[in-house]
């Protein structure tokens, strides 16, 4: 059977633009030998060749760049009728994924503009350790995230830029230091190399009970409380927060988020 998917489509479109599947794997969020074997397959069904390959270059021949035409206006005719659908139910959950103790401060302020609008805006947090997947995948609208090593194929907003601390018990080896280095952190006992999936109270508890210590956000100190405290790591890289959502499934009301979260992070 000669009938593509979308899934292909986007596949000829992103190796036609990145002009390398590296790249355009990258974009897709996924990797290249995969990329390569799925246009190779789709080559077989079409009994044509869609790009011409070198070590130096990935072309697409005639019949690519026609297929790559098509492409982006059927796959442009899928994102309208799939914001169509979604605008005819414009007050279904926004769905925000966070990583645990990321951006608590702007959230906690972003959450509460959000709410308290004439027309609230109805947003469901997700809690994960990839928030960028989860829009990626689609199971999340937007992400509020750090933008290092963003996924391709997705649009962001820097919205701050944060220092990071080591969240240790006021009892930890750390405790009692004003500030750290980095290699400190990482190789003092009970260091945390990822979050825990839970929410803030439940991460203070787990840092105060097991002596463990993890990396975040500054603006996170003020809801600690007394057991744990935020150590500024001086030579640790800043953290560049915002909000991250893919271009092709925008939720109804995004453009209203994205103004609360500017007026969150800039308050006049």
């Not at 070198?54 to 914001?83: E, F, K, N, Q, Y």
Request: with cysteine.
């Amino acid at each position: 059977m000669d009938r593509m998917e979308l899934r292909d489509l986007e596949y000829v479109l992103a190796v036609t633009e990145e002009r390398s599947f590296t790249r355009a794997a990258t974009r897709l969020g996924i990797a290249q030998p995969p990329l390569s074997r799925a246009i190779a397959r789709l080559e077989r069904r079409l009994a044509v060749t869609l790009f011409d390959r070198t070590s130096r270059a990935v072309t697409p021949t005639a019949a690519g760049r026609a297929l790559a035409t098509d492409a982006r206006v059927i796959l442009d005719a899928s994102h309208a009728a799939v914001d169509r659908v979604r605008a005819a139910n414009a007050d279904r959950p926004l769905t925000l994924a966070v990583r645990p103790a990321t951006g608590s401060a702007l959230l906690d302020e972003l959450l509460h503009r959000v709410t308290t609008l004439s027309h609230p805006i109805p947003v469901q947090v997700q809690l994960t350790r990839t928030p960028t997947d989860a829009v990626r995948t689609g199971t999340a609208d937007v992400a509020l995230a750090c933008l290092t090593n963003l996924p391709g194929g997705l649009v962001a907003e820097e919205l701050r830029e944060l220092s990071a601390v080591a969240l240790v018990a006021s009892t930890h080896p750390l405790g009692d230091r004003e500030t750290l280095m980095l290699r400190e952190v990482i190789s003092t006992p009970g260091y945390l190399a990822e979050c825990p999936d839970l929410g803030l109270d439940e991460i203070v508890d787990h840092i105060h009970l097991h002596h463990a210590s993890v990396l975040a956000a500054h603006d996170i100190e003020p809801r600690l409380g007394g057991r744990v405290r935020a150590v500024p790591v001086v030579d640790a890289p800043a953290i560049h927060l915002g909000l991250a959502h893919h271009p092709g499934r925008v939720h109804p009301r995004m453009r209203e988020l994205l103004i609360q979260a500017r007026r969150a992070a800039y308050p006049t």
